[in-house]
């Protein structure tokens, strides 16, 4: 057999790499970056880095960054609920997950915007539990039934209620942490057990242009300390938040990361994380940062290859959509993004899902993507020679008369070459017309209602619930919820 060639997209050359990584250690060094947590900085200090007190402002060697770099895992494990399925975070292999904390959710049947309740968090966690090819869940909404300040608890709490899958979460507070690592370390059955099979991923998002903010510097060293992998999102924005060329755009994207990276590495030598983020081209027209645009593709696919020469698993928002509904704009940005994402070899993929600039989801389009990602995970399977030899054989016996749907080499290789989206319409025009000239949002609504309506619950025991609930009201009580929401 003849084993598969990953294909595989590259923009940058090595040449450029190492341009772009030494700019980016420079800017470190000369320039620094803004700290605003006292933690952090006094660990900066007590590596013996240049800390300004007065404005916050620490100038990073090259020499603790390539310290760093060696103490930082190259890949690491992330764990099912149950703790037995095992997802290899690192070189090529690529997970899918939604796109987190929308703050609101596409409405079907109305065509608009609304903000969830639980029972949306719900409907799409367990939605996400039976996508096989969304490889992850992730906290994808915020409800709107309980108070802002414990949303990112709650999320969580929902999350591990109703979905078995890893989770890309976050934490909106410092508060926060403390409550929802105990959540996990509750369903894994201790923090040694969080440790050893880590059940999440917390994103942490600096804010442009280098500045590391005091929730999101406190949230990496917490995860650094409890074992929880942390995932830098740096949110550049092409000629507003960052520098308007796509190359001086990765320059500052590395930077932000690589201080993330060394905020970790202090606080506990050997933390998992990964180089990610969300950046944008800026829309001078329409002030908006389009994350389905080509160029923003294009960062993210450029800094994940610096990032794998770097040495370190790799994260990026795509796969997702600035339509406002589920229409062709949805599906050409979802499925150049995933593509591109995919041949990029990109770790985590956040983003199926999504629509409105990163602010909303969609349970229909959740369907759509997941058949997206399907053919994109078979996509990079590549094509393998089955056979020695390949097709040499089968037309030994070959005559005016031959057909290969009834040969038994068919059979053989059939669904392990090909698969068989469901949502896709393959039909003739005249079987399409027979059945009600439904479009791919009219089939994924019907999918979404079928796998809802027929799809057991994947809940937690009750006496475990309780546990999390338990932990929830006491976080929430401080903010005024005394009870959970019934959904």
């Known amino acids: ?19 772009i990584v030494d700019e980016a250690l420079a800017l470190l060094e000369k320039h620094g ?10 660990l900066f200090e007590d590596a013996g880095m240049a800390v300004d007190k007065s404005s916050r402002r620490v100038r990073i060697t090259p020499r603790l960054v390539e310290d760093c770099l060696a103490a930082t895992p190259p890949h690491f494990t992330l764990f099912d609920r149950s703790g037995e399925k095992a997802c290899h975070v690192g070189g090529d292999v690529i997970h899918f997950n939604p796109g987190s904390a929308a ?6 049947k109305m065509q608009a915007k609304r903000k ?22 992730s906290t994808a909404l915020i409800s709107a039934d309980v108070p802002e300040d414990v949303a990112d608890a709650y999320r969580l709490l929902v999350g591990l209620q109703y979905c078995s899958k890893p989770v890309v979460t976050g934490t909106f507070r410092v508060e926060g942490f403390g409550f929802m690592r105990d959540m996990l370390a509750a369903v894994r059955g201790s923090s040694n057990a969080l ?42 924005m092409t000629g507003a938040t960052s520098p308007v060329t796509i190359a001086g755009t990765l320059v500052q994207h ?20 990964v180089f990610g983020g969300s950046p944008s081209s800026f829309d001078m ?9 080509i160029e923003t593709m294009m960062i993210d696919s450029a800094y994940a290859q610096i990032g794998k020469h770097l040495g370190l698993p790799t994260h990026a928002y795509m796969a997702l959509s600035d339509a406002k509904v589920v229409d062709a704009q949805s599906g050409l940005e979802t499925g150049m993004g995933a593509m591109l994402a995919a041949l990029s070899g990109i770790n985590i993929i956040s983003g199926p899902g999504m629509l409105d600039f990163e602010s909303c989801q969609s349970l229909e389009k959740l369907v759509i993507d997941h058949e997206i990602c399907e053919m994109v995970d078979r996509l990079v399977e590549g094509i393998a020679g089955r056979e020695e030899p390949l097709a040499l054989g089968l037309f030994e016996s070959l005559n005016e008369s031959s057909q290969f749907l009834s040969h038994p080499h068919t059979r053989m290789w059939y669904r392990k070459e090909h698969i068989l989206p469901t949502l896709v319409e393959r039909d003739t025009y005249d079987s399409w017309v027979a059945q009600g000239k439904k479009t791919m949002a009219d089939r994924a609504a019907d999918d979404v209602g079928k796998r809802l309506n027929e799809t057991p619950e994947n809940r937690l025991p009750d006496e475990l619930v309780r546990e999390l609930k338990s932990i929830m009201l006491a976080y929430g009580r401080k903010y005024g919820l005394d009870s959970l929401p019934n959904p």
């Not at 600096?206 to 409890?226: E, F, G, I, Y």
């Not at 990361?257 to 994380?273: E, R």
């Not at 027209?285 to 645009?293: D, F, H, L, S």
């Open 195 to 236: 440790a050893e099979k880590p059940l999440a991923v917390f994103d942490a998002c600096p804010s442009p242009p280098l500045k590391w903010s005091h929730l999101t510097s406190q949230s990496v060293m917490d995860c650094a300390r409890a074992g929880i992998p942390s995932t830098f999102i740096s949110m550049g």
């Open 116 to 137: 969830p309740i639980t029972r949306d968090l719900i409907n799409f966690a367990r939605l996400t539990d039976s996508l096989p090819h969304i490889h992850f869940q």
């Open 33 to 42: 970056v803004f700290v605003e947590n006292p933690e952090a900085l006094r």
């Open 103 to 108: 703050v609101t959710i596409l409405d079907p």
């Open 1 to 19: 057999m003849i084993p598969a060639r990953r294909p595989r997209c590259e923009f940058l050359s090595q040449v450029f790499i190492h341009k």
């Open 254 to 273: 590395v930077a932000e990361n690589l201080a993330g990276l060394a905020i970790a590495q202090l606080a506990s030598k050997g933390a998992p994380v």
């Open 285 to 293: 027209r329409k002030g908006t940062t389009p994350m389905g645009a």
